[in-house]
């Protein structure tokens, strides 16, 4: 028996050297009493042991307050591993035995730290497993402030656990040094900003650290660190705890850290404690941070905080210029609708244009020309835009870069003569290309119509009007033909034109014409607008919307403050049935006597008023309420320009009604014709009342559409009762068709309704342009890509320059009439 007995420890001993040797287990001290076990060494309470017949070595913890029982801490199958470990175990496991009662799974913590970790003192294990109780023993006590392989001290991994409450043990009952810095020179404080751990900073700089603003090798103070890893929570720390923000690290201040790495909060955080390093410069380059953005979001965030657009670094770049060679086209374009110059030359004269050439983006190329980029423009060496792609480009794209060139009279591919100085301006000649640039090629473009009609006013004094389809996000191509119309005529459009009509997104650009906002800043507007008003799902909520329209209009501008030049915004009375149009004028109505279009036994509100009512002591004659309510009538005077605007764009599916009011594209979508009977009328009605010389002849009628879509083939829109599965689906497509097709027939703005309008201009001897070009696809109301809409306006751009001899015409006219 005592031979098996004997076997079955050999084999348990044997077992436990190939599972775990360090694992850390409750033995009994009397199984080494005998049976060949021999002491070999003895420290403190750890003895070492030579298990014979196994040949194993075991170290044993003895405890006082079992001696039946002990913790084996290891049992090695090798002497040389025994004699290397018992040393370490007995002279950084004392602090802890002394302190306290050791259990099998307390010690195993600490026996792997002294494991994994030999360069640590017995105060960095007990920082690392949290043993605080273990820290107020004298030896520990010595080696607060030692230092392992790698320099760092008991408080650095305290700060890197996120343990506040063994900082605060370290730092005020040990008087751990926080100037101590590891051989990357990183204090202590270093280490705690790469946690998001707040309460760790808090406690370090309520006693006045010392490393706050310290560099460390890389060039960094906790801040940097903080930012670089968008740690927000410790940003919060550290400048609350007397962090710098405006210390120069290796590449910059913290900000630029945040801007690199895209990390918002941090960079909020850094502007609201200092709003100066909004266009703080970088050491190593003298750029801003937006010079260090790298998304839209990050750009969009310091853009409307005020940061400058077309700031040059110290190496000659603008924002545009660095993200324009960084191919990073919708950070980009967040620079160009919030004001960047397209046409900044930066190092070497090269402008965004130049870049975006060399590097063969095509998106880029076009948004930078949609916005102005001028491709004859020369940099220091005398490159054009068009020279340079037919230098670099040498992909698929090369062909239809220059071809696109060619198309719009960019001739001069030849490389400047070495003779001659490069030029410092524009060579003459260029004319109509100096602000129409780039389109699609010709052969993606068609379309569009320039008719002109008549003698031009023989001499005298004409009426001008402008008519403004509807369109949603499409009034781009309304503003982009505005701004060549604008450019061509050396004069803003309000002082072109008499008279402005408008439904929709055009009512909302009449509005703003008269107001004399510029089209360059109407088409940025409308770029930052979409992604405002265009947010979740349709209907889209209406409050976005309003407060743009009253933060651009001014929320309590009435129609009539601003009287010329007269202006007509077309809504749809959606209280009634049919529905009826509604013009809203900053100029008393004409005062005609009119058939009512409908017998009506109804009593309706005012037409003036545009939602609800207001009460008064005055009651409404005609109106009918059970119990009746007094009310009053507000007169065209109070009409506020922002629910003008709100009620003519209020389209169907799009946005809810603005009280009884719709979009005046259910009935106007080209209000050519309504504005045109608008100004007869007016005048008819100038002349019944013996005022007849104040009425003037309209000469000159300009109607701009936002794009023709492509037709495409419609497979039925046959709508029948089925009989069986597929022709539901039939009848289902058919519908769906349907529905579209009426929709698409009752907001046409091209088609008959141009042809009415030019018909009625032949008739009274007017001047007519239409101006509406030809999409290459279809482009929705709610379009929020910045690539589809870049490409519509590219699409106008080249429609524009087809047009060129029409559109001159046009300017010349205008002047003239």
């Known amino acids: 028996m005592q031979f098996l007995g004997r076997l079955l420890d050999t084999v348990s001993s044997v077992s436990t050297l190939f599972t775990n040797?360090?694992?850390?287990?409750?033995?009994?001290?009397?199984?080494?009493?005998?049976?060949?076990?021999?002491?070999l060494r003895e420290e403190g309470r750890l003895v070492l042991y030579r298990n014979g017949p196994c040949q194993s070595w075991d170290c044993l913890l003895m405890c006082p307050d079992t001696p039946s029982v002990t913790l084996r801490l290891f049992q090695v199958a090798s002497e040389e591993d025994a004699m290397n470990w018992f040393p370490q175990y007995a002279l950084k496991l004392r602090p802890f035995y002394e302190t306290l009662p050791l259990k099998a799974e307390t010690s195993q913590p600490i026996v792997d730290c002294i494991r994994n970790h030999p360069d640590w003192s017995s105060a960095h294990v007990a920082v690392e497993t949290g043993l605080r109780e273990c820290l107020k023993h004298n030896y520990i006590q010595s080696q607060i402030n030692s230092r392992d392989a790698s320099g760092q001290t008991p408080l650095h991994r305290a700060c890197e656990r996120g343990d506040a409450a063994c900082v605060r043990e370290l730092l005020e009952e040990s008087r751990a040094r926080t100037d101590i810095k590891d051989r990357q020179g990183e204090t202590a404080l270093h280490a705690a900003a790469k946690q998001d751990s707040p309460t760790v900073i808090q406690v370090m700089c309520s006693r006045l650290c010392v490393g706050v603003n310290e560099l460390n090798d890389a060039g960094e103070t906790p801040l940097h660190v903080s930012c670089r890893l968008g740690r927000v929570e410790a940003v919060k720390a550290l400048l609350g705890g007397g962090a710098k923000c405006d210390v120069v690290g290796g590449a910059g201040y913290p900000i630029h850290s945040a801007m690199k790495y895209s990390e918002k909060g941090c960079v909020e955080e850094i502007l609201g404690a200092d709003p100066g390093q909004l266009q703080a410069e970088d050491s190593l380059y003298g750029g801003t941070p937006l010079h260090w953005a790298k998304t839209a979001e990050m750009c969009r965030l310091l853009l409307e905080r005020g940061c400058a657009v077309n700031y040059l670094s110290k190496t000659g770049e603008s924002p545009l210029h660095i993200l324009t060679r960084r191919g990073r086209f919708e950070a980009a374009m967040v620079l160009l609708t919030h004001g960047a110059d397209a046409n900044l030359r930066g190092g070497d004269g090269n402008t965004a244009l130049h870049l975006a050439m060399k590097m063969d983006h095509m998106e880029l190329i076009k948004a930078l020309i949609v916005f102005g980029a001028d491709v004859e423009i020369h940099n220091d060496l005398g490159e054009t835009p068009g020279l340079v792609a037919a230098r670099s480009s040498k992909g698929p794209n090369r062909k239809i870069l220059l071809d696109m060139l060619c198309s719009v009279g960019v001739q001069r591919c030849l490389p400047p003569s070495p003779a001659s100085p490069p030029p410092t301006s524009r060579p003459a000649g260029i004319g109509f290309e100096d602000f129409l640039h780039l389109g699609v090629a010709a052969s993606a473009m068609s379309g569009g119509q320039a008719v002109v009609d008549g003698p031009g006013g023989g001499g005298r004094k004409l009426d001008r009007l402008l008519c403004l389809d509807g369109g949603g996000i499409k009034g781009l191509v309304l503003i982009q033909m505005l701004i060549a119309l604008e450019k061509e005529a050396g004069r803003p459009t309000r002082?072109?034109?008499?008279?402005?009509?408008?439904?929709?997104?055009?009512?909302?650009?009449?509005?703003?014409?008269?107001?004399?906002?510029?089209?360059?800043?109407?088409?940025?507007?409308?770029?930052?607008m979409k992604e405002q008003v265009f947010k979740g799902s349709r209907p889209y909520e209406s409050a976005p919307l309003e407060d743009f329209l009253k933060k651009e209009f001014g929320e309590n501008t009435k129609m009539t403050d601003v009287q010329h030049p007269r202006v007509m915004v077309t809504s749809v009375l959606a209280d009634r049935h049919p529905g009826e149009l509604h013009i809203f004028r900053n100029y008393d109505p004409p005062s005609v006597h009119r058939e009512p279009p409908y017998a009506t036994t109804a009593a309706f509100k005012p037409l003036t008023v545009p939602q609800g009512w207001e009460d008064e002591d005055v009651l409404v004659v005609g109106y009918t309420e059970d119990p009746p309510r007094k009310l009053r009538k507000v007169t065209d005077e109070e009409q506020l320009v922002w629910r003008a605007a709100r009620s003519s764009g209020a389209a169907p599916s799009y946005f809810r009604p603005m009280g009884r009011f719709l979009d005046g594209g259910l009935l106007s979508n080209n209000p050519t014709l309504d504005a045109m009977a608008e100004i007869h009328q007016y005048n008819r009605?100038?002349?019944?009342?013996?005022?007849?010389?104040?009425?003037?002849?309209l000469g000159v009628v300009v109607s701009l559409g936002t794009g023709k879509p492509p037709q495409v083939v419609v497979s039925s829109v046959d709508v029948f009762r089925?009989?069986?599965?597929?022709?539901?689906?039939?009848?289902?497509?058919?519908?769906?068709?349907?529905?579209?097709?009426?929709?698409?027939?009752?907001?046409?703005?091209?088609?008959?309704?141009?042809?009415?309008?030019?018909?009625?201009?032949?008739m009274v001897d007017t001047t007519y342009h239409r101006w509406s070009p030809q999409l290459s696809q279809e482009v929705m109301l709610d379009e929020v890509s910045d690539a589809v809409l870049v490409d519509m306006l590219w699409e106008t751009q080249m429609f524009l320059y087809e047009k060129r001899e029409s559109l001159r015409t046009l300017a010349k006219t205008l002047l003239d009439a």
Do not use: Q
């Not at 040797?21 to 002491?39: I, N, T």
């Open 21 to 39: 040797p360090y694992r850390v287990r409750e033995v009994a001290l009397s199984d080494y009493g005998g049976g060949g076990r021999v002491v």
């Open 495 to 528: 002082e072109l034109f008499d008279w402005v009509a408008g439904t929709s997104t055009g009512g909302i650009l009449a509005l703003a014409i008269i107001h004399g906002k510029s089209m360059e800043y109407l088409r940025c507007l409308y770029f930052r």
């Open 685 to 697: 009605a100038l002349r019944a009342e013996g005022r007849g010389a104040e009425t003037k002849k």
């Open 722 to 762: 089925p009989s069986n599965p597929l022709e539901l689906a039939k009848s289902f497509v058919g519908a769906k068709e349907l529905g579209k097709m009426l929709v698409d027939c009752c907001t046409d703005s091209d088609g008959c309704a141009v042809d009415r309008a030019r018909a009625w201009c032949e």
